[in-house]
C-alpha cells in the first residue's frame, strides 16, 4: 500500500491560492484595504436591510474598488502595469470614498430613524476615518512618487539642453 502523498509534497492550491499572500496582509496597506472592504461590504449590508436602501451603491462599489486595489497591490500588478499612476489612482479613490461615506452617513443617522440606518452611519463615520488614514499616507506615497517622476523629466531636459550645440545669436 502506497502513501497517497509523499512526505516533502504540499498539498494542490485550492481556495487558498484565491487569498492575498500573509506578508502583504500584515503590511499597513493590505491591513487597510482588508478593512477598507470589510467596512464597505458592512455597511452595504445595513444599507440593504435598512430604509435608506438607495445609499447602497457607494458602500458596494468602494466594496469593489478596495477589493480590486487588494489583490492588485497583492500580485504586484503595481509593479507590473507602469501605465497606471497607482498612488494617484489610490489617492482620488480614498478622498472620494471619505467624502462620500462622510455625506451619507450625516444623512443617514440624522433623516432615518431604524437600526440599520444608524449602524449604517455609525459604521460609515468609522470608514471615513479608516479612508482619512489611507488617504494621509497614500498622499505621502504620492508625493515622493510625483517627486521621482519630475526629477526623472528635469534630468532628461538637462541631458537634452546639454547635447545641444545650437548657438542662436
Known sequence: MEDPEPAGASAPPGLSSLFPPREFLRSRKGQLLLSESVLSFIIFICYIASLAASFMMAPLLEFLL???LLFAYASKLNE???GVH???ADFLRCVTAAIIYFAIS???????????SK??????????????????ITFN????FLKQGSSNSLEGRKTEDEDSDSDSD
Do not use: R
Not at 106 to 116: E, L, P
Not at 141 to 144: C, F, M, P
Open 80 to 82: 507590473k502595469f507602469k
Open 141 to 144: 506615497d504620492l508625493v515622493t
Open 66 to 68: 478596495a477589493l480590486f
Open 106 to 116: 450625516i444623512a443617514a443617522v440624522s433623516k432615518y430613524n431604524d437600526g440599520a
Open 86 to 88: 497607482w498612488p494617484l
Open 119 to 136: 449602524a449604517a452611519g455609525v459604521f460609515g463615520f468609522v470608514a471615513t476615518i479608516v479612508f482619512a488614514i489611507d488617504f494621509y
